[in-house]
């Protein structure tokens, strides 16, 4: 008798096994089409909920040990080298594993062999979707170059988007003599409405007001490029670590990273 109970009630379980991994897997293709993992950040990592999370990174698929690290690291230098990431790559060690360091002058992560990430800073928040991704089987992490480093302070140009700025120039001379043929028009020839002026003095301010955003998107390149040069300067320059960084000589210190 106990075994006919024990019978019907696995004959029970397993529709809702069954529809209880459907939902899963829909969940997942859903998960699938609303992010991009292809390039996946921070910004959508705080977005997704807990059940979105748990059916895009299934813990039965993810990849730890040594492969997760190389993976890590190859994506990681990857990111450095595209600028989408702003910090220093390091291998160091806690209780005779390898670990991954990265650290900047804002905080730091360091990545174990099961794919946690502790640390701080904006640098953890933009490390921990990419040891996500790198866990994932079925990302395709692509090849570093060879030279993946943080570039040099001196190579940084002043500014970017210089072309933009030149189109928004163009406009803005375009619309500057636009208001001046106007307004000439207005005295010249006498005209006898007030159409032709108002439009003259709307087309000279509009100029105007482009040539200020112009500068001012110049200006703000180039404090963005210094600052960005003074950060490189500050991080190559610097004989040791930051103080914030719980790593000597290559160790971690485990008590200081779990405070």
């Known amino acids: 008798m106990s075994n006919s109970s024990d019978e019907q009630a696995h004959e029970r379980e397993v529709p809702e096994d069954s529809d209880e991994r459907e939902d899963v897997k829909a969940l997942r293709r859903r998960v699938e089409e609303k992010y991009d993992f292809d390039d996946f950040g921070p910004s959508d990592m705080a977005r ?45 060690r806690a209780d005779g594993e390898e ?65 933009g700025n030149l189109m928004v120039q163009v406009i803005a001379i375009v619309q500057v003599l636009a208001g001046v043929a106007l307004l000439a028009a207005t005295f010249l020839t006498d005209l006898n409405t007030i159409v032709a002026p108002a439009m003259g003095i709307v087309f000279l301010l509009i100029g105007l007001f482009l040539f200020v955003m112009v500068a001012n998107a110049r200006l703000s390149d180039r404090f963005r490029s210094e600052e960005y040069r003074e950060r490189l300067r500050a991080l190559r320059e610097a004989k040791e670590r930051p103080d914030f960084v719980p790593v000597e000589g290559g160790v971690v210190d485990e008590e200081e990273l779990d405070k």
């Open 48 to 92: 997704m909920s807990a059940e979105e999370w748990d059916a895009a990174f299934d813990p039965d698929t993810w990849i730890t040990g040594d492969r997760l690290l190389e993976r890590a690291e190859a994506e990681l230098k990857s990111r450095i080298a595209r600028r989408e990431v702003f910090g220093v790559l390091e291998r160091v």
């Open 99 to 163: 670990r991954i360091l990265v650290y900047s002058d804002e905080g730091y992560a360091i990545v174990r062999p099961t794919g946690e990430v502790a640390g701080q800073g904006t640098v953890l928040r933009d490390i921990e979707p990419i040891v996500a991704l790198a866990a994932m089987e079925s990302y395709d992490v692509p090849e570093p170059p060879d030279d993946w480093s943080l570039p040099h302070p001196d190579t940084v140009p002043q500014g970017s988007g210089e072309f």
